[in-house]
Structures are given as C-alpha cells and as structure tokens.
Antibody, heavy 127, light 107 residues
Framework: EVQLVESGGVLVKPGGSLRVSCTASGFTFTNAWMSWVRQAPGKGLEWVGRIKSKTDDGTADYAAPVKGRFTVSRDDSKNTLYLQMNSLKTEDTAVYYC??????????????????WGTGTTVTVSS | AIQMTQSPSSLSASVGDRVTITCRASQGIRNDLGWYQQKPGKAPKVLIYAASRLQTGVPSRFSGSGSGTDFTLTISSLQPEDFATYYCLQDYSYPWTFGQGTKVEIK
C-alpha cells in the first residue's frame, strides 16, 4: 500500500525553527518527485514547495511566502522527505501535507499533479 | 505568480443536480490545470489533471474542460459524497498556485 506519514508538527515560538518529516512506503521513493502543501486554520490550500528526484537533478522550487526561510530536502536512503522551516511566523501556522507528484506527458507537454497525500502534521507558531 | 480565481466561492445544490465550478488564470496556462476535492479534516484528493484527464478511480460524473485561462469542473449528477470543497491548481509555472476554493453544500 502506498503511504505517506508526516511527523514533527509542534508548537513553536515566532522566530523559531522546526523540521517536519514525511516517511514514504509502498513505492520507489528514489524516483518520486515530492511536494509540500499547507492549510491554515479555516483557509484554503497553499502550495509550499516541490523537490525533484535526484535523477532529475534534485532541485526544489518554493512559494514566495516561504522562499529563503523554508528548505525542502530528501533522504532517499530513509525514504523520507523533510521540510526545514526557519524564521517562523504566526502566519505559518497550518496543517502541512506531503504528497507525491506524478507526471503525465503527451507529446512534448508534461503535466503534474499531486496524487498520494499524507494525513498532515500540525505546526502552530505562537508565543 | 499566476493568480487563480475560482467562482463561486460557495454553492448550495441538491442531490442529482448538475454543478459547474469555474477557474480563471491571470495568464494563459495552456491546459496545465488540476482539480482537487477536500472533505473536512481530510487530505485533498486529485480528481482531474491536464485540465480534462480523469484520475484513476474517480467517478465519471466528474469532468473537466478548458484551456488557456478559463477552466470548468462539472459534476453531472451530484451525489451525497460529493459535498466538499473543490480547488483548482495550476502547474504551468512555479510557484504552483491554488484557487481559493469552492464549497459545495447541501441545499
């Protein structure tokens, strides 16, 4: 069974740091592109960032509100995705979901979608 | 960043109704668009990708259309399990961006 399990969400003070994890099972993690999406209480979904597989250069892209503060990384030997969050702000309070990113290509065009999701981990930034 | 605007933000409908949700991009995104369903307290679920391709296992009453800047998600006959919030997401360029969501409620 394909499964993603997030962990590490806690209460942290503004300005603090936190790393949350996402452990994968049931598929070849090494080949997967992965993403983080968050949802503040009572709000909509916000894409946070995505990391490619190492065979596809392993680079990451980020949403503007987190760029320079958050880092997405992966440890393929542990089938684990990470989100390192620094300089946390109260507006970073959210449920953080990890997901796989699948790709569908037709001709020269490729399309991406997030198809397997974890259950989320809650990060609360408050003094 | 590309802005995605969904409408309506909420709607009330009855079981069996045909429901249409629209999503407009602030610039052309070819057909690089997906639709996601989210129920309270649960992770999102992909319904449609590449604007019109139905994800495996998703009922055929869901369909997507559009290209460029204007997109539509249609539920042909609303079922009780379809009451949820729906989001569009553009994957044309980074940063990927979601629409603000459309909550489908029971009339």
């Amino acid at each position: 069974e394909v499964q993603l399990v997030e962990s590490g969400g806690v209460l942290v003070k503004p300005g603090g740091s936190l790393r949350v994890s996402c452990t994968a099972s049931g598929f070849t993690f090494t080949n997967a592109w992965m993403s983080w999406v968050r949802q503040a209480p009572g709000k909509g979904l916000e894409w946070v960032g995505r990391i490619k597989s190492k065979t596809d250069d392993g680079t990451a892209d980020y949403a503007a509100p987190v760029k320079g503060r958050f880092t997405v990384s992966r440890d393929d030997s542990k089938n684990t995705l990470y989100l390192q969050m620094n300089s946390l702000k109260t507006e970073d309070t959210a449920v953080y979901y990890c997901s796989t990113v699948s790709r569908y290509c037709s001709g020269a065009a490729c399309y991406y979608y997030m198809d397997v999701w974890g259950t989320g981990t809650t990060v609360t930034v408050s003094s | 960043a590309i802005q995605m605007t969904q409408s309506p933000s909420s709607l009330s409908a009855s079981v069996g109704d045909r429901v249409t949700i629209t999503c407009r991009a602030s610039q052309g995104i070819r057909n690089d668009l997906g639709w996601y369903q989210q129920k309270p307290g649960k992770a999102p679920k992909v319904l449609i990708y590449a604007a019109s391709r139905l994800q495996t296992g998703v009922p055929s009453r869901f369909s997507g259309s559009g290209s460029g800047t204007d997109f539509t998600l249609t539920i042909s006959s609303l079922q009780p399990e379809d009451f949820a919030t729906y989001y569009c997401l553009q994957d044309y360029s980074y940063p990927w961006t979601f629409g603000q969501g459309t909550k489908v409620e029971i009339k």
